[in-house]
C-alpha cells in the first residue's frame, strides 16, 4: 500500500509561484510514473505534467506547458511541481498520483495510477 501525502499549496496572486511536493509512505516510488492532476470546482479531474520512473521523460498538459515544471527525486521518496507565472484560472485542488505499471514513460490518463493523494488546494488570485 502507498500512501501519497501533497504540501505547499496556497494563496498566491497571479503571477507568482508555488511548488507543490508529494510524499510517498508504504513502498519506494522509484518504479512509478508519477502524476500531477487537478480540479477545479464543477470540473473534472484535468491532467498537469507527469514523469517517468527515471525523471528522463515528462509530460506537460498544454495549458501548463513552459510554466510548471515536474521533477522527483527517488531517494527521498518524493516528487515536485514548481508552478511559475500562476493565473487565476490555475486555481483547483492538485493531486499527485503514482502509476506503477507505466514508470517507464509519464501517462496523462488518470486510469494509469493507481494511488493518489488527499489533494493541495492552490487559490490563485487576480
Known amino acids: 500500500q502507498v500512501q501519497l501525502v501533497e504540501s505547499g499549496g496556497g494563496l498566491v496572486q497571479a503571477g507568482g509561484s508555488l511548488r507543490l511536493s508529494c510524499a510517498a509512505s508504504?513502498?519506494?516510488?522509484?518504479?512509478?510514473?508519477m502524476g500531477w492532476f487537478r480540479q477545479a470546482p464543477g470540473k473534472g479531474r484535468e491532467f498537469v505534467a507527469a514523469i517517468s520512473r527515471s525523471g528522463g521523460t515528462t509530460n506537460y498538459a498544454a495549458s501548463v506547458k513552459g510554466r510548471f515544471t515536474i521533477s522527483r527525486d527517488n531517494a527521498k521518496n518524493t516528487v515536485y511541481l514548481q508552478m511559475n507565472n500562476l493565473k487565476p484560472e490555475d486555481t483547483a485542488v492538485y493531486y499527485c498520483?503514482?502509476?506503477?505499471?507505466?514508470?517507464?514513460?509519464?501517462?496523462?490518463?488518470?486510469?494509469?495510477?493507481?494511488?493518489w493523494g488527499q489533494g493541495t488546494q492552490v487559490t490563485v488570485s487576480s
Open positions: 508504504g513502498r519506494t516510488l522509484s518504479s512509478a510514473a
Open positions: 498520483a503514482a502509476g506503477f505499471a507505466y514508470g517507464g514513460v509519464a501517462p496523462g490518463t488518470p486510469n494509469r495510477y493507481d494511488y
